[in-house]
């Protein structure tokens, strides 16, 4: 099973500040890696995949970025909304497997 | 508008069996694969299964091999998670997603299942 470790556990910021998520895993993923956003009583929402390309309707501010087992999420400047839970997946290999999330909150 | 509904969840004892259902619109269903993706209470994401758009290639997460049945009807673009011998860690909200190809593009609110006695 492909092992995909999230850090930080938790990233302190301010609105406008830059946030950096890192997904690391176990063994290569080549590109096969997407990132989601989770809202306190909400379902997951699909940012990214295929490690960097947006979903649809996602903004600029959002961007993702790595191939191999080094991954980024970056929100170049966080607004309001963007202070959630963010969970990268892989897509590369049965089972299918889960980060274990970075809480991005406000300082 | 693309929507995917889950339904069945609720109480059930450990042991017990619960079939959770999964509606879905606004997209050609028989064309896409569809996953069911689970979250403990206050805990992180977690696979469960999938299933091809013909039900032909079907794969299931470890810890519900055996226990847990996925399946669909494409003639009522729903799919379906029967699940037997329940146990009190398989407590969660169980969602429903589009797989729209290396990702799950669309998810549904999710249904909760608690079993406990």
């Known amino acids: 099973e492909i092992v995909l470790t999230q850090s930080p556990a938790t990233l302190s910021l301010s609105p406008g500040e830059r946030a950096t998520l890192s997904c690391r895993a176990s063994?290569?993923?080549?590109?096969?890696l997407a990132w989601y956003q989770q809202k306190p009583g909400q379902a997951p929402r699909l940012l990214i995949f295929d490690a960097s390309e947006r979903a649809t309707g996602i903004p600029a501010r959002i961007s993702g970025s790595g191939s191999g087992t080094d991954f980024t999420l970056t929100i170049s400047s966080l607004e309001p909304e963007d202070f959630a839970v963010y969970y990268c997946q892989q897509r590369s290999d049965w089972p299918l497997t889960f980060g274990g999330g970075t809480k991005v909150e406000i300082q | 508008e693309v929507q995917v509904v889950e339904s069945g969840g609720g109480l059930v004892q450990p042991g017990g069996s619960l079939r959770l259902s999964c509606a879905a619109s606004g997209f050609n269903f028989r064309g896409y694969s569809m996953n069911w993706i689970r979250q403990a209470p206050g805990k992180g994401l977690e696979w469960v299964s999938y299933i091809s758009s013909t039900s032909y290639d079907i794969h299931y997460a470890a810890h519900v091999n055996g226990r847990f049945t996925i399946s669909r009807d494409n003639a009522k673009n729903s799919v379906y998670l029967q699940m037997n011998s329940l146990r009190d860690e398989d407590t969660a909200v169980y969602y429903c997603?589009?797989?729209?190809?290396?990702?799950?593009?669309?998810w549904g609110q999710g249904t909760l299942v608690t079993v406990s006695s």
């Open positions: 997603t589009r797989d729209g190809g290396w990702r799950d593009d669309y």
């Open positions: 063994e290569s993923i080549a590109s096969r």
